[in-house]
């Protein structure tokens, strides 16, 4: 079967589903002769979004303790989480997690007020900028600011108040 006769199955299946019926091999919706077999799809669609919001809940957990802080708005949260709020089980408090910081200057440049550094926190390339806290076109929520930029070291701190320093390293 071709991959898009069988996307088309898929998309036929799921606008079946959303109407109350069933769709045949040949992709045409068919009224559903039997209740409880619309009652087992949609069973196994709803299984199947609490795995996907599980699996995304700990891609965020992970990201969040990777970059010190929320990385990305909870998934259903702007749509009111009506599936999540059916998913909600009460959460133990966890413990923070050290995660260790990746820091490494790519380069400065500039000159007085306009020195800037671009560094890498964590695999993410951000510029700074002499006097100014927060990187150059990050919003104020990012979770490292600027201490001092003294060539060839930069210095920043985490909202933790731990302070972390780079400098330029030749590479050959």
Do not use: W
Request: net charge neutral; proline share 6%; aromatic share 2%.
């Amino acid at each position: 079967m071709c991959a898009n006769r069988m996307q088309a199955m898929i998309v036929s299946l799921l606008a079946a589903i959303s109407c109350g019926v069933s769709a045949n091999e040949s992709g045409a919706a068919n009224i559903a002769a039997d209740p409880s077999v619309s009652q087992t799809v949609n069973e196994m669609i709803r299984i199947d979004a609490e795995r996907a919001l599980k699996a995304e809940k700990k891609m965020l957990a992970d990201a969040d303790a990777r970059m010190g802080g929320q990385a990305v708005p909870v998934l259903g949260a702007a749509t009111g989480g009506a599936l999540e709020s059916a998913l909600d089980t009460p959460e133990v408090p966890q413990e923070p997690i050290a995660v260790p910081v990746t820091l490494e200057v790519l380069g400065i440049f500039g000159l007085g007020h306009n020195l800037m550094a671009d560094v890498a926190i964590n695999g993410s390339r951000v510029r700074f900028k002499r006097g100014q806290l927060h990187p150059v076109g990050v919003a104020p929520g990012f979770p490292y600011t600027l201490v001092s930029i003294k060539t060839p070291c930069v210095k920043v701190i985490d909202l933790a108040k731990a302070e972390h320093e780079a400098c330029l390293v030749k590479k050959f």
